[in-house]
Every structure is written in C-alpha cells, then in structure tokens.
C-alpha cells in the first residue's frame, strides 16, 4: 500500500508538455473513437492530470486503454469507461452528484473538473484519506470526500443530480435510489462474476433502466454484503 504523498507531485513543463500530448491522444484514440462526445465531457479528460492518481511504480501507463492498480486491491477504471460514465450522468456545471467508491479520486476530479459539486464515499480509509489529500492539493474545491461505507449514501445532501457508483453491486442499494431526484440517472455496475453497466432513471412514478455495455468492477463491500445475505 502506498502512503499519502508517493503519487505524483508536479512535473517540468517538459513532462507537462509530455502528458498534456497524452492526455489529447487518449481522448482521440480511446474516447471520442468509441462515440463519447460531450464536450464537457472530453475537455475533463484533456485536463484531468491521470498521472496524478496512479501509482509512481505504472505511471508510464496512466493513459493506456486499460485499468491500473491503485493500492488495496483497487483499481483505477480504464479511461474510456469513466468518460463513458461521466456522460451517461448527463450532468454540468451546478449539479450535484454522489459517488459510491473513490478510489484514487481520478473519477471525482473529473466531476470537479466539469464545475459540477462531487460527494464521494470511499470504504477503504487509506485509499479514502490518500485520495482526500490529493484533491485537496490539486485544487478540485469543489468534490468533498467521506470515508466510510457507502450503502447509505449520503442523506444530508441529497438529493442528488446525479449517482455514479465504481463498484458492482449484485443488488442495487435502496437508499441510493431514494437519494436520486426525479429525472437524474444512476450510472451503476450490476452484477457478480457478469456485469452490466446500467443507467437507472428516476421518474415521477418510478425508476426505468437500461443496459450500455458489459463491464467487470471490483464488488461493492460493506454493508451490501450484509443485505445479500438476508435474501
């Protein structure tokens, strides 16, 4: 596990220059190639430093099409799936959105990165505190973090625009879609060994769901696991 402070910490405008040309490749050949086209969306993943929020030991790989380990047995998602995600949120400057599962905070700073308000719950108190420090020092004001285990949400601050959520449930958490206001989506990993990435959306008189594409997440621990095992 790496402690607070071995991810990056600046670079040289050579290495600045560097990434920058990876960022806009990444977005070229695995982004807007694969139809993501919000650009809000696109202009967070130009900016977004990924570097930042992987380990030094792959930092060479922060902008390959994949996902990368980011300490704890935690992943970081590969970049086209969290823009994917990011757009089907439908969400812009002023929302306000819930995420369950930090991780390095990278889907968070690009949240931030659109000026939309970031409430995000991480389980695990290293990757939590880690990913805390390192939104603060990047700047992104405007995601606010909580350790803790994000079955419950966060109900003194919904609703919510909008709920992403970075790790698969089998079941989808009740008090999540009660967090979520009437015409705002849920985009969520359903699912054990075979998951979909679904997008749920509250109405007036219930929630609908669709299925986008399948997808394979670490599973969502905590107090789901508890639920499961009361069906």
Do not use: N
């Not at 002023?94 to 390095?104: A, N, P």
């Not at 909008?162 to 206001?181: C, F, H, R, S, Y």
């Amino acid at each position: 596990m790496l402690a607070c402070g071995d991810f990056g910490r600046g670079a040289s405008k050579e290495q600045a220059s560097h990434w920058a040309g990876q960022r806009d490749r990444m977005v070229r050949e695995q982004i807007e190639a694969r139809g993501v086209r919000d650009p809000e969306v696109l202009a967070a993943m130009r900016t977004v430093p990924r570097e930042e929020f992987v380990p030094p030991a792959v930092r060479d790989h922060a902008y390959t099409d994949g996902p990368l380990p980011i300490g704890d047995g935690q992943t970081i998602s590969q970049p086209y799936i969290v823009a994917l995600m990011t757009e089907l949120l439908e969400v812009g400057p002023g929302d306000k959105v819930l995420e369950i599962g930090t991780g390095s905070g990278y889907q968070a700073a690009v949240l931030g990165a659109m000026q939309v308000s970031v409430y995000t719950i991480e389980i695990r108190p290293a990757l939590c505190h880690e990913a805390a420090q390192r939104l603060r020092r990047l700047g992104y004001a405007t995601v606010h973090v909580r350790c803790g285990d994000g079955y419950g949400g966060w109900p003194t601050e919904a609703p919510f625009d909008g709920i992403i959520v970075t790790a698969a449930p089998e079941k989808i958490p009740d008090p999540l879609l009660d967090q979520l206001k009437v015409g705002g989506h849920m985009v969520i990993p359903v699912g054990s060994f075979y998951q979909e990435l679904k997008v749920i959306t509250r109405t007036q008189s219930g929630f609908t769901q669709k299925s986008v594409i399948p997808v394979r997440f670490v599973p969502m621990t905590g107090e789901i696991e508890r639920h499961l095992g009361r069906q």
